[in-house]
């Protein structure tokens, strides 16, 4: 099940605040940009962050699971709890480093 619009624009509102928020589709889902840093992967209506240190204690509770198949284990976030998600997209976008501008041809 591919994730839906209304999805995808309520992980955007639960984080707002927190920097400057777009979203890209990709693969037929949704990757979360906060100041232009990939920092959430959405799949099938769940909200991935990646493994990081920086967040580990926050999220020491938290489910896991694969948002795509080859993919690294990720966390699940509680998209419901707004607070919770703000602290750690913070913490995860002051890690993140800015895409590599693609070369042109």
């Not at 509102?13 to 777009?22: A, Y």
């Not at 959430?40 to 198949?69: H, Q, R, S, W």
């Not at 990720?74 to 419901?80: M, N, S």
């Amino acid at each position: 099940m591919a994730t839906s619009i209304d999805y995808i624009e309520y992980v955007c509102e639960q984080i707002r605040g927190v920097g400057e928020i777009r979203y890209k589709k990709m693969f037929g889902e949704y990757m979360v940009y906060v100041n232009d840093k990939p920092v959430i992967i959405v799949c099938d209506n769940n909200t991935f962050v990646k493994k990081l240190d920086c967040i580990e204690e926050m999220m020491k509770d938290a489910e896991t699971g694969c948002p795509y198949k080859g993919a690294k284990e990720h966390y699940i976030l509680d998209i419901d709890n707004s607070e919770f998600c703000k602290a750690i997209v913070t913490e995860v976008e002051k890690v993140t480093p800015l895409p590599k501008p693609r070369k042109k041809k």
